[in-house]
Each structure stands twice: as structure tokens, then as C-alpha cells.
């Protein structure tokens, strides 16, 4: 893991410090600054970090001048500049310009460099939700019934599932990690970090919750694709339509699908994240997935996450998904056109 640039620490450090210490005997909590920004607890958490932190987007500093310039705060909110005293208001110049100070002090390649989008400021817990295959294509050890019973081979998409559950229990030590087929879940199961893996076909989890967060991207039958469901995105009012791809010639089969990544708060719980590691088929999910998990590859897309959606809590890229002798590679999002769509744009950071 790469070291966290000085500065970015001694943000951190301030920004704890302002909500334990500006205040004392107030028990003003990350829950609390959240919101009165507007934003998940689990977001503060990341700014207070005294292990990994994020670097909070600019304007969020002046966010945390004017709340700590005065402890009107604490009852009324976040206070707009026109209304603060003339006292207040030089309170804030002077927490503005030392924070300032500091996020300047971060230069943006070391900022990508500290990037993990699978480590949870928080306590968790985290919950992959897998569909479960139907009986029809299912094996005879996936049947409770057989003396060989093995219950995971009733789960769709185990290589994503074994890959991420893995990674996930290492890049968060102390937290509970669990995994559930959809038709076993309870409703605390969804009110902490949420992956779901896989898509709508057999995972209705997977739909609720992406029709709860409106999407830009949705995943719909197409009559021409009778092996999985294709994704449609609105540019410009119209709809634009992404399959895979297939080989030429006798026996071949898929060589390129396409995987959604999506990052957004879960809406069952706004402390907490909703990630999608989804594909049309299951190519595209393992692709998804193994995006973040190689370790000849993440630093590079977390790069590239941090590039292009740094001020943005949320975020949604598609990308293809080679398939090369069979095997799914991992897509570089730095290579010209892996990226298919992204969410938001870099106009709209």
C-alpha cells in the first residue's frame, strides 16, 4: 500500500479535531456533519480517517469553515456567509485559509495514489448478494438432497463471488464480510455496505435496488440476445444500446462482454455504500469485479476512478471485458475505448 502524503494526515487530523475539540462536552458526531452537508456518514468517516483517508472535494472545506466558525451550528445548520456576525465571519477566514492550506498541500497523483475503493472507513459490515441459480441449471451436488451437498454450487457467479469476498475480508481485517443468495436475505442485510453481484434475471434484489437509486444505466431484455440482458443508456434522448461481442468461425464463442461498475449510497441507508458488479453475462462481472481485485491492474483504474470522478460520491463506468481463450481478462481503464460510459462526466464534476 502506498504511503498517505503528510499533508493529506494533517487534514484529517484538522477536520477530527474541529468536531471533538472545537466544542467540548458537545458530542458532535460524523453523523451529525453529514448531515448538515448533505452527505453519508460514511463519507466523513473517510475525511477523519486517521489510516486511509480521502481528500474531501474543495468545497467541502469551506463546508467545515463555516460550520465550526460558529456554534449557532450545532442548532441551526450549516450557515450561508451573508449569515454569519462580522466575528463569525473572520472565525471563518481563518479556518477557511488553514484548511485550505492543506488541501493544496495534496497534490492530485498522490491523492489516486492512496485510493482503495473496496477499504470501509466504518464499521461495516459488508454484504455481497449473489442470485441463486435456478434448479434447471443447477448441478445434482447443488440439491440439498445429495450426500454431496455443496451450497455454493447453487450460486451464480462464484468466480466474482470468491474473487471480491476474498479481497474484501483483507482490505477490511476487523469487519464482518458475509455473502447471501438473494432469496436468503434479511432486511439487516441491506442496511449496511451492499455488492451485488450479478444481474436482474435472477436476483430481484439486484433490480429493487437499482431501480431505488435511478440508475443511468439500465439492463433490459433484447430480442436479439437470447443468452443474457444487454445495457441501454439516454445520451442526447436517445437510447444507445451495448452488446458483446462473438468470434468468427466454427465453435466460437464470446470474446468480449461488458461489465458495469457503479459505486452510489445505498438507499436504505445513506451512511453506507451500494456497490454493482454486474455483466451481461457472467464474464462481465468477474470483469467488474477483478477491476479493483488484480493486483497488476487496480492501482491503475483506481487512478483512473480518481481522475475522472474525484469530486463526485458516486459513479458508474461500463466497460468491455475481454475474453481470450476462454479466460476473462481485466479491463484497463486507461486503454482507448475499454471505457464504453461513464457517470458523471467530467464536465459534470
Known amino acids: 500500500m502506498q504511503p498517505v502524503p503528510p499533508a493529506l494526515l494533517e487534514l484529517s487530523q484538522h477536520l477530527r479535531s474541529l468536531r471533538l475539540q472545537q466544542w467540548p462536552g458537545t458530542g458532535l458526531t460524523q453523523a451529525d456533519l453529514a448531515r448538515a452537508f448533505g452527505v453519508a456518514a460514511a463519507t466523513v468517516s473517510s475525511w477523519e480517517s486517521p489510516i ?3 481528500l474531501p472535494p474543495r468545497d467541502r472545506i469551506s463546508a467545515y469553515a463555516r460550520f465550526f466558525a ?5 442548532e441551526e445548520g450549516l450557515l450561508t456567509l451573508d449569515n454569519l456576525t462580522e466575528q463569525e465571519r473572520e472565525q471563518y477566514e481563518k479556518l477557511n485559509a488553514d484548511l485550505l492550506r492543506l488541501h493544496n498541500a495534496v497534490r492530485p497523483a498522490e491523492v489516486i495514489a492512496v485510493r482503495r475503493s473496496w477499504h470501509f472507513p466504518d464499521s461495516g459490515p459488508v454484504t455481497l448478494v449473489c442470485a441463486q441459480l435456478p434448479k434447471a441449471e443447477t448441478a445434482s451436488l447443488a440439491n440439498p438432497s445429495d450426500p454431496n451437498y455443496t451450497e455454493l454450487l447453487s450460486y451464480a457467479d462464484l468466480d ?8 474484501l475480508r483483507a482490505e477490511n481485517p476487523q469487519m464482518d464480510v458475509f455473502y447471501k443468495a438473494a432469496p436468503k436475505f434479511t432486511p439487516d442485510d441491506l442496511s449496511g455496505h451492499v455488492v451485488l453481484l450479478g444481474g436482474i434475471a435472477w436476483n430481484e434484489i439486484t433490480y429493487r435496488l437499482t431501480e431505488m437509486t435511478s440508475l443511468p444505466v439500465k439492463q433490459v431484455v433484447d430480442p436479439s440476445l437470447t443468452t443474457g440482458e444487454i445495457f441501454v443508456v ?3 434522448g436517445r437510447d444507445v444500446k451495448y452488446f458483446p461481442k462473438w ?5 466460437a464463442g464470446l470474446i468480449e462482454d461488458v461489465g458495469l461498475l457503479a459505486r452510489l449510497p445505498n438507499p436504505l441507508n445513506s451512511n453506507r455504500t451500494l456497490t454493482i458488479c454486474n455483466g451481461i453475462h457472467s464474464r462481465g462481472v468477474l470483469g467488474a469485479v477483478r477491476s479493483l481485485t488484480d493486483a497488476r491492474l487496480r492501482d491503475s483504474n483506481e487512478g483512473y476512478i480518481a481522475t475522472h470522478f474525484r469530486n463526485s460520491e458516486a459513479f458508474v463506468i461500463l466497460a468491455r471485458v475481454k475474453v481470450i481463450a476462454g479466460e476473462t481478462m ?5 486503454i482507448p475505448d475499454t ?3 461513464r457517470w458523471p462526466s467530467d464536465s459534470d464534476n
Open 52 to 54: 486511509s483517508p480521502k
Open 70 to 74: 460558529t456554534s449557532r451550528s450545532i
Open 160 to 167: 466474482a463471488l470468491m474473487e471480491l469476498h476474498g479481497h
Open 234 to 236: 439516454t445520451v442526447d
Open 247 to 251: 468470434g468468427g468461425g466454427k465453435g
Open 330 to 334: 481485466t479491463p484497463d481503464f486507461k
Open 339 to 341: 471505457v464504453l460510459y
